[in-house]
């Protein structure tokens, strides 16, 4: 494995976790804000199509950015020996961490609320319903809870998306 390839690896895990920890909180906050602020739906899709465009651009114009960072010049060798594990199973192994990182992480907070709207549910004193005011936290984690695993489900997909342009 070549220090580019590397750095590859490196920035597409980078914009896979800005996808995961921006992207997905920002749409949900239109369902939070409600659609009477126009300013803050506007502001929301702005910041969208943003996270969405540096996304891209790391995604797609990988060794652009390598070239114009100077990434893979100073090493004194063109070659990194990991040994016998191939790049495939580098990005395997790296797109489960990924995936349960991101369910697992979210998995306290989904446990909390899912307990905060059952208490408000069964309760008869209407001072233990303010607990759960609002459903965002548990839409926000249970999407998080499932994007993960579904990470970790299709990631030969992924393997491919990384793998088709550095072959």
Do not use: C, H
Request: without cysteine; positive net charge.
């Amino acid at each position: 494995m070549s220090p580019k390839d590397l750095f590859r690896i490196i920035l597409k895990i980078i914009a896979l976790i800005v996808a995961f920890n921006s992207v997905v909180p920002l749409l949900l906050n239109v369902y939070n804000i409600g659609f009477n602020e126009m300013y803050a739906i506007f502001m929301t899709i702005g910041l969208t199509l943003f996270y969405l465009a540096f996304i891209y651009f790391i995604m797609i114009k990988v060794d652009l950015i390598i070239k114009w960072l100077k990434l893979d010049s100073g090493f004194d060798s063109e070659v990194f020996n990991i040994g016998n594990i191939s790049f495939k199973k580098t990005i395997d192994i790296s797109i489960i961490i990924l995936g349960l990182y991101l369910s697992l992480s979210s998995l306290p907070t989904l446990l909390q609320e899912v307990f905060l709207l059952f208490k408000s549910k069964v309760s008869y004193n209407l001072l233990n319903s303010v607990d759960f005011q609002n459903d965002y936290y548990l839409y926000n984690s249970i999407i998080q809870f499932f994007v993960g695993l579904i990470i970790v489900a299709s990631r030969k997909l992924i393997i491919n998306l990384f793998t088709s342009k550095t072959k």
